[in-house]
């Protein structure tokens, strides 16, 4: 069955955003601004969550959090009911008031972060709502609290967006540096190009490649843990988490590759047909959703209705019960 992909990690950090539902002003004044930070600050202390960066606008806020004892779900659950409950019985009013499920994309700290929290600082002034001179008195963002390091909780860490901006320091010279980075930023679309502002709310992790295959393979071998050899075949939920899709594709062709004893000059070398990349297309097609031109393309199978003959002619001879592929099976799933 299709799932969604929501991964919690102790100490991991996520850029969560939500919007009222039907993109209605939830956040209509100052009120319910106050009553949400409140909620927030509250599900901070209770969850034990180091806010790294925060933004409330209008009808959406953003979040970026750390959460030392990987309760995310927990705490968004918290904070999102608290604050509906608190908000429908001081306005005496009845229904939905977030457009769903909240968004959470898992970031990598090296060479992300930083520029996340760039991007949650300069919401306001994106909206047009204000200029980054004017966005010091913008009241509900973390960069308000940067501003003003005596109103900080304890819980609130306002280092990494300085130490992403040239090391700087938490001092007022340190601070009016910020802003002029943020002034800077804000006038060079070059360099929010360069740090992927225009992916900060797509998809479900900020990171390399890399990152990425590492915490897909952790969600596998979990998911893998009482599972029968071959009674699920997990797909990601939605169109924005086709790349999860496919880096779970490649971690299990990988995997068989490597077994296998096999490299991309073999892929390019050997025949289309060639009876081990017939073995690994049947493994794929077993254990992931993997499509036909996917497998055909990183195999070098040919096009893509050729991998469906093979893979046919593979389980009509019964090949699919054979030691090679039950062994294979075996080892890519433990």
Sequence with gaps: MPRSLR?????????????????QDVFINEGAHQSFEKCLF???????????????????????????????????????ST???RYHKFRKVHGKLFQGRYKSLIVEEDGYLGALLHYTHLNPVRAGMTD???????????????????????????????????GLAD?????????DYLNW????????????FDKMCRGWALGTKAFKKALIAEVEDDNEEGDEPTSKVPRY??????????????????????????????????????????????VLKSRTSATNGWIANNLNMGVPHA????????????????????????????
């Design 83 to 85: 604050f509906a409950n």
């Design 7 to 23: 991964i919690e990690k102790e100490n991991g950090v996520y850029h969560i955003i939500n919007r009222g539902n039907y993109r």
């Design 185 to 196: 930023l804000t006038n060079d679309k070059g360099a929010q190009d360069k740090m992927a």
């Design 171 to 179: 001092t007022s010279y340190g601070r009016c540096k910020y802003a």
């Design 132 to 166: 980054v001179k004017g966005l010091r008195d913008y009241r509900w963002s973390s960069y308000w609290y940067l501003n003003h390091p005596a109103k900080r909780p304890a819980f609130m860490d306002c280092s990494g967006a300085l130490l992403a901006a040239g």
């Design 237 to 282: 939920d939605g169109a924005t988490l086709q790349e999860a899709n496919e880096l779970r594709w490649e971690l299990m062709l990988d995997a068989c590759m490597q077994l296998l004893q096999k490299t991309e000059v073999d892929c390019s070398l050997d025949i289309k047909s060639a009876d081990w990349k017939i073995l690994i297309a049947a």
């Design 307 to 334: 991998v469906s003959r093979y893979v046919g002619t593979f389980k009509a001879n019964k090949q699919d019960t054979e030691e090679a592929f039950k062994e294979l099976i075996a080892k890519v799933t433990t």
């Design 42 to 80: 509250e599900t901070c202390e209770k969850c034990g969550w180091i806010l790294e960066g925060f933004c409330v606008m209008t009808n959406h806020f953003h979040l970026v959090v750390r959460t030392p004892k990987g309760n995310l779900i927990y705490g968004m659950k918290w904070l999102q």
